[in-house]
């Protein structure tokens, strides 16, 4: 497998290098490998945040035992080496807008459920379905719902 991934890279990177050649873009074989090593850094934070699932929730709590909204994106964020303030106000002002549609996996997704405003937020696991520290502790939930898609704000993509 080693030797695979080694000769890949290798004709990757010969590809790189002369473009227009027949290897210029890698094969629907190779796509896949390529995919996961240019995973975005969110990725990353999304693994972070889903590993404290069951942790408490804490007004003001930024981890690693207990956490509020923004305290859990901005731990998360930080393990993928991202800045972000812990306010869900100025999370929001992060990054470029996404379109409902178009949401993926380590977009944060933001709610007025505590409040006026981008007042709750989370990442999102999937195009459906976020993690976020709400009054009951961590825990994924669906973004679309009666409940959270009642309360949807809009999404942020930070890569």
């Known amino acids: 497998m080693k030797a695979t991934r080694a000769a890949l890279m290798a004709a990757f990177v010969l ?3 002369c473009p227009g050649s027949a290897m210029a873009t890698p094969s629907d074989a190779t796509a896949g490998l390529f995919a996961v090593e240019q995973a975005p850094p969110t990725a990353k934070a999304v693994t972070a945040a889903l590993s404290k699932v069951g942790a408490s929730y804490a007004s003001g709590a930024a981890g ?4 509020d909204c923004s305290g859990l994106t ?3 964020l930080a393990r993928a ?3 972000a303030p812990h306010s869900s106000y100025a999370q929001y ?7 409902r549609s178009d949401i993926r996996r380590g ?3 933001f709610f007025d459920s505590f409040g006026a405003g981008a007042s709750h937020v989370g990442l999102a696991v999937s195009p459906t379905t976020a993690v976020s520290a709400t009054s009951h ?3 994924t939930h669906p973004i679309f719902d009666a409940y959270w898609g009642g309360h949807y704000v809009g999404a942020r993509r930070l890569d």
């Open 107 to 109: 977009d944060l997704v």
């Open 81 to 83: 080496g991202i800045a």
């Open 93 to 99: 002002a992060m990054g470029s807008a996404v379109a």
């Open 15 to 17: 590809a790189a290098a």
């Open 64 to 67: 690693p035992e207990a956490f």
């Open 137 to 139: 502790g961590v825990m």
């Open 74 to 76: 901005m731990w998360a």
